[in-house]
Nanobody
Framework: HVQLVESGGGSVQAGGSLRLSCEQS????????MAWFRQAPGKDREGVAA????????NYARSVKDRFIISWDNAEKTLSLQMHSLQPEDTGVYYC??????????????????WGQGTQVTVS
């Protein structure tokens, strides 16, 4: 069973930066995917960025490409999301997720098996 714990959320003004972290514990297979999702009030959960832990291959939503950077520290089992040039539309609860089926770094929530509790990001 995998546990995921996010941290690093907060409030920031438009144009600012934040860094989210997700600490993973528990058993995982050799190859799997990790991702960040977000959910704004009244909206569906959307994929923001994902990566394959074995190859480092990444995938970004068009809305965050060139502003957000996803990274994985295999030694620390920590997933990070560095966010720059934040805008009010980036506001939401950000979730870390792990998916264990073979395949690409998907941005679809259905491809993920374990979820963190979420951390709030507010951009004003």
């Amino acid at each position: 069973h995998v546990q995921l714990v996010e941290s690093g959320g907060g409030s920031v003004q438009a144009g600012g930066s934040l860094r989210l972290s997700c600490e993973q514990s528990g058993y995982t297979p050799h190859k799997y995917r990790m991702a960040w999702f977000r959910q704004a009030p009244g909206k569906d959960r959307e994929g923001v960025a994902a990566l394959r832990t074995s190859s480092g291959a990444t995938n970004y939503a068009r809305s965050v490409k060139d502003r957000f950077i996803i990274s994985w520290d295999n030694a620390e089992k920590t997933l990070s999301l560095q966010m720059h040039s934040l805008q009010p539309e980036d506001t939401g609860v950000y979730y870390c997720a792990a998916g264990f089926l073979l395949g690409v770094a998907s941005l679809s929530p259905s491809r993920y098996d374990s979820w963190g509790q979420g951390t709030q990001v507010t951009v004003s």
